[in-house]
C-alpha cells in the first residue's frame, strides 16, 4: 500500500490511551533519528528569519558574551585588587572560554524550554517525536558557540603579542580533548532543555525561574573562578555541578594546556547521560500530552 | 485489522482537562499548595464512545456544528492527541492539512516553508527537494510570491501553499480540516482534481468541511457529529439532508434526540 519511493513510519500505527509512562522506545528513537533533517533545518530557517533583515544581529551574538566577559573580568580583578601583567591575561582568556561554553549550555536549555510551548501551531497540527524540537534550540545554540571560537583565539593570539610571558599555552595537543568536552556540554544542555520544556508545558513561568537557576549556576560554576581553588573534599561542589567538571576540564585544556583529569572526563560523560536520561524520561513520558496542554 | 481498511477506530473517546481559575504557573501552584487548594478543573468530553471503519480508497466526509468533535477526531486519528478511551489503528502514511494550517514562519518565503512543512510531515531532506517545484507550480502564485515572505500573502495564497504541500505529498491517508475553501474558483477546481486523482490511486481522505456541496461532490459517505456523537452515518446526500433539515429546524430529529 505504502508508496514504495518512500521509507515513510510504520505502515500500521495503534494509537492508544496511555499513562505516564514511556512509549515503545526503539520505534521512537528510529523515528526521531529518521527526521534529524528537520530539527538541523527548523533551526537554520529559524536563524535565517531572525537574522533576515539585520546582519548586525549575528554580530551582536559574538559581541554580547565578548562584552560580558570583559565586564566580569574588570569585577574580578577589581575584587582581587588588581593584577600582575602576567596573570591578567590567563583571567581574561579563562573568563571568555568558560563563559562562551556557559552560554552554550544555557542557551540550548533556555531555547529548549520554550521550544514546546513556542511551536504550539506546529504541534497541533503535526504528528512527530516532539524532542526534535529542543534538540533544534541546541542545534542552534551551537551555531551561536561556534563563531565564538575565534573570537577567543584571536583575543589570546593578540593577548600573547603583547604580553608574551604569560602561561596560556600555543598550539598543544591537549586542545584534542576540547571537541569531546563540547560534546559532552550540549548533550547536557540538551538534557536539562528536555527536562525544562517538560516544565514549561505544566507551569509557564518556569523559564523566569530558570533566568534565576542560570544566574546563580553561573556563579557556582568555574568561570569566574578558577577549579584549581577548590581543595580536598571541596571539590565535590565541582562534581554536583552538572556543567562543573567539563567547565573544569574546558580550564584544563584551554587554559593550563593539559589533559584534563580522569575524574572530571568521568565526570563530563556521566552527568551528560543522566542529563539525557533523566530529561529524555520526563519529556518522552510526557509528550502525548502536550498536545492537549497547549 | 482487516487488508482493507486505512483507519479504524474503536470506541474512541477523547476528553480535554481545562483548568478553571488560574494560569498554570508555577507560583500559583506554590501558592494553592500552601492554602491546601486543589485545582478546579473542567472535562470535556470532546469525541464520545465513536466507533467507525474507513476502507482504503474511500472519501470520508465529517460534517456537524463548531465545537461537535471534528477537528479533535481528526487530530486523533493523525495521532496527534492520544485518545483517553479506546484505539485507533492507521494503516498507511498520513499527510494532515488541518483547521489552524501549519506552522509557518511569516518571515520566511514560501519556498523556505514548503521545504519546512515537507520536513515537518516527515519527508526526507532529498524527497522535498525534489518536490519543491512541483509544489510550487501547483500552487501558482502570482508573480514571483513564492520567493516572497509569506507574511506578505492573502489568506488564499496562504491556503493555497499549504493545500499544496499536504496534496502533493503522495499520502496514503489525507486528513483536511477545513481546508477547501482555500483559493478561488479555479484552484478549487484544481485541488478537486487533484483529490480525485488520489483516490484513483487508492488513497484515503478525510474532509471536514462546512462546504456541503464539496461533500456531496467528493465523498463516497459522510458522518454527522454532534456534541461529540456521532448521530449518523451513510450516504453523503443523505447525511447533508439531515444535517440540512437540522440547521433549519434548529432541533434533533426525535429519533436521535437522547444520544
Ligand atoms: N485544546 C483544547 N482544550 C480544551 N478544550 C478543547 C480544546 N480543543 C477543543 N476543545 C473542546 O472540544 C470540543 C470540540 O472541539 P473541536 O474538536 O475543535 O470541534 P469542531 O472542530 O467540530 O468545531 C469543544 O467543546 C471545544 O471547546
Ligand atoms: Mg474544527
Known amino acids: ?294 | 485489522m482487516p487488508e482493507e481498511l486505512a483507519i479504524r477506530i474503536e470506541d474512541l473517546s477523547i476528553k480535554y482537562k481545562i483548568n478553571i481559575d488560574t494560569k498554570k504557573t508555577l507560583k500559583n501552584a506554590v501558592m494553592r499548595a500552601s492554602k491546601g487548594e486543589k485545582v478546579r478543573t473542567r472535562i470535556v468530553e470532546a469525541v464520545k464512545h465513536l466507533t467507525l471503519d474507513v476502507p482504503h480508497g474511500s472519501v470520508l466526509g465529517i460534517v456537524g456544528a463548531n465545537g461537535a468533535g471534528k477537528s479533535t477526531l481528526m487530530r486523533a486519528i493523525a495521532g496527534i492527541l492520544p485518545p483517553t478511551e479506546g484505539q485507533i489503528t492507521v494503516n498507511g502514511k498520513i499527510s494532515t492539512l488541518l483547521a489552524l494550517g501549519v506552522g509557518f514562519n511569516p518571515a520566511l518565503s514560501g519556498r523556505d516553508n514548503i521545504i519546512l512543512g515537507g520536513l515537518a510531515s516527515g519527508m526526507s531532506r532529498a524527497e522535498i527537494e525534489e518536490k519543491t517545484e512541483e509544489i510550487a507550480d501547483f500552487a501558482a502564485l502570482p508573480d514571483g510570491f513564492i520567493d516572497m515572505p509569506v507574511r506578505t500573502y492573502s489568506s488564499g495564497m496562504y491556503g493555497r501553499v499549504a493545500f499544496s504541500v499536504a496534496v502533493n505529498m503522495t499520502p496514503d491517508i489525507l486528513l483536511l480540516d477545513e481546508a477547501l475553501s482555500a483559493g478561488d474558483a479555479s484552484f478549487k477546481e484544481k485541488s478537486f482534481n487533484r483529490m480525485r486523482e488520489l483516490c484513483a490511486e487508492a488513497r484515503t481522505i478525510v474532509i471536514v468541511s462546512h462546504a456541503l456541496q464539496t461533500v456531496n461532490d467528493l465523498c463516497d459517505s459522510a458522518i454527522w457529529m454532534h456534541k461529540g456523537n456521532m448521530l449518523a452515518k451513510g450516504k453523503p446526500e443523505a447525511i447533508v439532508d439531515q444535517y440540512l433539515k437540522f440547521l433549519d429546524v434548529g432541533t434533533l430529529p426525535s429519533n436521535l434526540e437522547d444520544m
Request: net charge positive; charged share 15%.
Open chain 1, 1 to 294: 500500500m505504502a508508496n514504495p519511493k518512500t521509507n515513510f513510519a510504520p505502515a500500521i500505527q495503534v494509537f492508544k490511551p496511555h499513562r505516564a509512562s514511556l512509549p515503545p522506545l526503539i520505534p521512537y528513537l528510529k523515528e526521531f533519528w529518521r527526521r534529524r533533517a528537520f530539527a538541523i533545518e527548523l533551526s537554520r530557517f529559524a536563524d535565517k528569519a531572525e537574522y533576515l533583515d539585520s546582519k548586525l544581529g549575528k554580530v551582536w551574538l559574538v559581541m554580547n558574551p565578548l562584552l560580558l566577559a570583559f565586564v566580569y573580568f574588570l569585577l574580578v580583578t577589581v575584587i582581587r585588587g588588581g593584577s600582575t601583567e602576567k596573570s591578567g591575561l590567563s583571567t581574561l582568556a579563562h573568563i571568555l572560554i568558560g563563559l562562551f561554553t556557559f552560554y552554550f549550555a544555557s542557551n540550548s536549555i533556555n531555547g529548549g524550554a520554550l521550544s514546546i510551548t513556542a511551536g504550539g501551531r506546529l504541534i497541533l497540527n503535526q504528528a512527530f517525536p516532539r524532542a526534535l524540537l529542543p534538540l533544534s534550540s541546541s542545534i542552534s545554540a551551537f551555531w551561536q558557540f561556534l563563531p565564538t571560537l575565534p573570537v577567543y583565539i584571536l583575543v589570546v593570539v593578540i593577548g600573547k603579542l603583547f604580553f608574551p610571558h604569560t602561561q596560556i599555552p600555543g598550539l598543544r595537543l591537549s586542545y584534542l580533548w576540547a571537541p569531546f568536552i563540547i560534546l559532552c556540554v550540549g548533550i547536557t544542555g540538551y538534557g536539562m532543555g528536555l527536562l525544562f520544556a517538560t516544565m514549561n508545558v505544566y507551569f509557564r513561568d518556569t523559564n523566569k525561574l530558570l533566568s534565576y537557576i542560570t544566574r546563580i549556576w553561573l556563579y557556582s560554576s568555574p568561570v569566574l573562578w578558577r577549579p584549581e581553588i577548590l581543595h580536598g573534599w571541596h571539590k565535590i561542589f565541582l562534581y554536583i555541578n552538572p556543567l562543573g567538571p567539563s567547565l573544569a576540564s574546558t580550564s584544563d585544556v584551554w587554559i593550563e594546556g593539559r589533559t584534563p583529569s580522569l575524574g572530571m572526563l568521568v565526570g563530563s560523560i556521566v552527568w551528560a547521560f543522566l542529563a539525557v536520561l533523566i530529561g529524555g524520561y520526563f519529556f518522552i513520558s510526557r509528550e502525548r500530552d502536550f498536545a492537549v496542554r497547549i
